[in-house]
């Protein structure tokens, strides 16, 4: 059955672009994958359709048209329950701040003139809910809803992170475009012909925003900040 519902989350995996949205390194920064993502939606941005009507002289219609949707872009909002200096350089164009002893990337400087400029791919796994007596692991395989935005822009704050004595979350907002570079992906995301971990079967086209589905492949392994990112590679 292909119908299948997404539940806790598993993997979160941001892969630094150009600005013709393919897939490479910004110095040693090529892609990061984390785990405790809160959630993935969006909003799909579409021009509403518009009607042309024309009546003659006794007011009966002459001609009726209505024009399809057009299709602009996915507003597209990650929810974390942490700041998370990685995804604020990778997605939002801050600035590092380093520990002067460690050198490790302990937060961020928010530059005005490199916010939201940063291009870059998202991809995000869930574990997949099983119905009632039926198994957690059909025919004896994992299964995992993968969720790909292979070319984004524009990522600013959503909800920006609080100061205080709470659990309130943080959002990043981006916008999923048309036109990018990621064909087949950079990595072993799907099963092919034989059933081992490959990239996508079919690449992505220009005109599509985002692809839904599940793999029987497992999510990569959780990365200590941002790797550089080698083509092909597997998680």
């Known amino acids: 059955m292909g119908s299948y519902r997404p539940k806790s989350p598993s993997a979160l995996r941001v892969v630094n672009e150009d600005e013709c949205g393919t897939p490479t390194n910004d110095g040693e920064c090529g892609y990061y994958v984390r785990n405790c993502t809160v959630s993935v939606t969006w909003e799909d941005q579409v021009e509403d359709p518009t009607e042309t009507l024309l009546r003659c002289d006794d007011d009966d219609v002459q001609y009726y048209d209505r024009t399809k949707p057009a299709y602009k872009f996915a507003q597209v909002t990650l929810v ?18 380093l520990d002067a002893q460690t050198e490790e990337l302990v937060g961020g400087r928010l530059n005005a003139t490199t916010f939201g400029s940063k291009f870059f791919g998202l991809e995000f796994w869930t574990r997949v809910a099983n119905g009632p007596a039926t198994p957690a692991c059909p025919g004896g395989e994992m299964r995992w809803a993968y969720l790909l935005f292979p070319f984004n822009r524009n990522a600013r704050w959503a909800t920006v992170p609080t100061y205080g004595n709470n659990t309130d979350t943080i959002g990043i907002m981006f916008d999923a475009m048309m036109g990018g570079n990621w064909l087949d992906g950079p990595f072993d995301v799907v099963p092919d012909v034989n059933g081992d971990p490959g990239p996508l079967t079919d690449p992505m086209e220009a005109q599509q925003v985002y692809l839904q589905r599940t793999t029987r492949v497992a999510p990569p392994a959780i990365t200590d900040g941002c790797l550089p990112l080698t083509s092909p590679t597997s998680p």
């Open 80 to 97: 974390t329950n942490d700041i998370d200096p990685v995804l604020q350089y990778m997605m939002m164009g801050f600035d590092q701040e």
